[in-house]
């Protein structure tokens, strides 16, 4: 796992587009729940980063898909996934691993 971004850094119902490893994570703040999702939609390859999250699902912004931030499974095309990374707090620092 590597620190990606200080928690003051995504605000809560707020994102954070971070390069990790060459790929473009998107930090999604629910709660204090910090969740990583990839930041490229796996139906047209969107970026997700003006996506609305609501509910557990962040919502493509091009066609509206609905993805879960858990899992990553879509609530409309089941064989559609987006990747997600797993995520831990270490005092300020967001930690993802994106191995
Ligand atoms: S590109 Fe994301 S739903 Fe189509």
Do not use: W
């Not at 971004?5 to 709660?31: Q, T």
């Not at 796996?42 to 493509?60: R, T, Y």
Request: aromatic share 6%; with cysteine.
């Amino acid at each position: 796992m590597e620190s990606v971004a200080k928690i003051n850094e995504v605000p809560n119902f707020g994102k954070k587009v971070v390069s990790v490893a060459g790929r473009e994570v998107l930090l999604v703040n629910v709660k204090g729940n910090i969740f990583a999702v990839e930041n490229e939609c796996p139906h047209q390859g969107s970026p997700l980063n003006a996506a609305i999250v609501k509910e557990g699902f962040i919502s493509c912004p091009r066609h509206g898909y609905r993805f879960s931030l858990v899992d990553g499974r879509c609530a409309e095309h089941t064989e559609l996934e987006l990747k997600t990374f797993p995520v831990q707090l270490s005092g300020d620092d967001i930690l993802v691993d994106c191995s």
